[in-house]
Each structure stands twice: as C-alpha cells, then as structure tokens.
C-alpha cells in the first residue's frame, strides 16, 4: 500500500494488530549535552507562539503532556489529531482548540494546509512514528517525536531523512533532559564535583498491566512497541548513561530474564540487565523490568562523591542526594515543569530557526545501542558499539 494516497490510520493498524480494544488508550553530538534546558527567552513579549498538533489522544498526552501548555511561554495547542471524535472534541473544548482544526488518522494529510500548525507532536506508539513524521514533514510542518524514536535503526533514519529534504527540525521529547534536576546532576558532574566519574547505576521498572490498565495493552505487543521493558523504559537508563557522562559506549554486554510462561511476555521482554562501557572509564549498570514496582532511579559514583537521584525520571516529586566525605544532603533544588520546558525549547528552535538539544540523531543513537544490548542478551556475547 502506498501510504501517501492510502495511509493506514492508527486505528485500522491497531486492529490489524489484534489491538482493537486498547485504542482508546493508546492515543548537536551526543556527547556534547548541552546543560540548559531551554534557549535564551524571546526578547520580545508578543512574539508569536508556535501552534502544536497533537497526534494521538491517549493518557499519556491528556494528563500528562497536554496540561504542560498551560505553562509554556512559546508554544500553544491548535489541532488534534485522533480516531475518538467524542475524545477530541471534549479536548478541543478544554483547550480552545476551533472545530476545523480536529482532524482524524485519515485526513491528517490535509493538515498541509492549516498555517495555525508548525509543530505536529507525534504522540503514538513507537510503530507510528515514522509514519506520521515523514507525513508531517511531506506537510510541511516541523515534528515532535516522542521516544522511542522508533523500533529498527532504518525507521529512525527514514524519519530524519523525511525532515531534513523538507526543510523541517526534528525532535524526539527525551523530558529528562529538559528536568532541573537531572541537569543539576549533569551540571555537577561537569564541573567535578564527584571527582573522576567511576560508576553509574541506573534502574526502571514498572508494572505493565495490559488487562488492568488497557493504556498499557499496545505495550507487550512487539509489532507495536519494539521490544519491551528496554524499549519503553531501559531507555531512560541508557539515555542518562550517556548524558551524566557525555560520552558514548564503546561495548555492551546484557542478559535477559523473562518468564515466557506469564502471557504479559509472550512476544516482549520483562527483565533485562545491561553494561555500557565508556571510554573515560566509566561502567554503567542499567536494569529494566516490567514485573517490579515503580523505580526510576540512579546513581552516579565518582572518586571524591556520589550523587543520587530517585526518582530521577518521574513526572515530578524528583529528590537528590550527595554523598561525600562529610557525610549526605540533599541540594535545595527547586521543581520544574519538564514538558513545559521541552515545549519551549521545541518552539524557541523553531522561532529562533536552531537545532533542537535532542535531535533526530539522538534518537537514533538509543535505538543503535538498543539493538546492540538485544544482540549481546541474545548472544551472550559483548557487543561492540
């Protein structure tokens, strides 16, 4: 099927994925690693805010990412995108968003002409992403991704090649990396204060309950999700990995541990452990699991001090501790809104006409070392990276 006349919607994919029943739930270098969150604010007041789509309407979008705009200073919400009508048309309500600008999975294409749109904000499962962004991009629009990127290294470059022959930026929403607490860690880390950086451990789990909680069924379905828990949620290891030390890994090794019995991990991981070595000598220790209560964790271990964060890639309620000589204390760090501030910076590199902090390239690089950590679990086996 040629997806640029006959494009599948969202809701026809998930069907053809046995999904039917969980759609109304779905819906620079690297080692560079810039420290602030946003770029310099506008200098001026009544500078124009950039216009979002939203694609796909599910929990994560509505009580999460949607609310953030009401905090932002460059960015609004101007059209839906979603297969719910009823859902879409509350929201649309809620966020003073004009009945023309609600579109469905099969007009979205027609969104080409609406000037309100600059970003389209691509908020699906990980199988749709490259789909919608090269759709967007093929409109004309910039995009938003969120993470994942995507499930295969070819998706991902198909997604960055779209944007750039269009002229448009790309983005993927890594949200920690815009957290003040996350780039404290990293900010400290930089100026040395924990020493030579030796050690970095880090820890996500969840439990993934697909009959419990239907905004979780796409989850252990592999032609949606990727893969797993790593997929979903080892990437928040892996991405701080590399940004706390702002290199990249040379060798992976990892080990899966799954009950194939449980029919949550019938085509997806549960458990799985990773090693990243990096060139500085740092080695960090990475777990995942989508059997083991909410952890989302780590801690980095220097020569002269350790610094803790737990959470570390929550929505909020993030804590850190500092251990050195003198015993522990926590920083008084002060609570920020990280999807405000990733909308921000989305809509300051489109004002400003810079490259997004987290780029497409970004992306790519996880979902390289995510194939690289399947192969060493498949393996057994060290992957060079």
Request: charged share 25%.
């Amino acid at each position: 099927m040629d997806r640029s006349t006959s494009p599948a919607s969202r809701r026809q994919f998930l069907r053809r994925a046995g999904l039917g029943t969980a759609l109304a739930a779905v819906v620079g270098p690297a080692a560079a690693f810039p420290l602030s969150s946003t770029e310099p604010a506008m200098q001026h007041a009544d500078q124009k805010k950039i216009g979002f789509a939203i694609v796909g309407l599910g929990k994560f979008a509505t009580e999460q990412m949607m609310p953030a705009f009401k905090e932002t200073r460059h960015a609004r919400i101007v059209a839906l995108v979603s297969g719910s009508p009823d859902k879409a048309a509350r929201l649309a309500r809620e966020y003073d968003v004009e009945a023309r600008n609600i579109y469905t999975y099969q007009n979205f294409d027609t969104i080409r002409d609406n000037p309100e749109v600059d970003v389209v904000y691509v908020v699906l499962p990980p199988a749709l992403h490259a789909e919608y962004t090269e759709r967007a991009a093929r409109a004309g629009k910039h995009v938003l991704s969120e993470k994942p990127m995507a499930p295969t290294v070819a998706e991902c470059q198909r997604m960055i090649a779209a944007c750039q022959q269009a002229g448009k930026k790309l983005m993927i929403a890594y949200r920690a990396q815009y957290e003040p607490f996350n780039l404290e860690a990293i900010a400290r880390i930089r100026r040395g204060e924990l020493g030579k950086l030796l050690q970095i451990t880090a820890d996500h789990g969840r439990i993934v309950d697909p009959v419990g909680d239907k905004a979780d069924t796409w989850r252990v379905v592999r032609k949606m999700a990727g893969g797993g828990s790593l997929m979903d949620i080892g990437i928040y290891s892996l991405n701080a990995a590399r940004y706390l030390t702002g290199e990249e890994p040379t060798e992976v090794t990892a080990q899966e541990m799954t009950d194939k019995s449980d029919p949550r991990f019938k085509e997806v991981e549960d458990r799985i452990h990773f090693t990243l070595r990096f060139p500085g000598g740092t080695l960090a220790t990475c777990t995942s699991a989508y059997s083991i209560q909410q952890v989302k964790r780590f801690r980095a271990f220097g020569s002269q001090a350790w610094l803790d964060l737990d959470p570390a890639t929550d929505y909020d309620r993030h804590r850190m501790t500092i251990g050195d000589k003198d015993g522990q204390h926590e920083p008084p760090l002060k609570e920020g809104n990280q999807f405000a501030a990733e909308l921000d910076h989305m809509a300051e590199c489109v004002l400003q006409n810079k490259t997004p902090k987290t780029p497409g390239e970004e992306g790519l690089r996880d979902i390289r070392l995510i194939q690289a950590i399947y192969e060493a679990a498949r393996t057994g086996k060290a992957v060079k990276v």
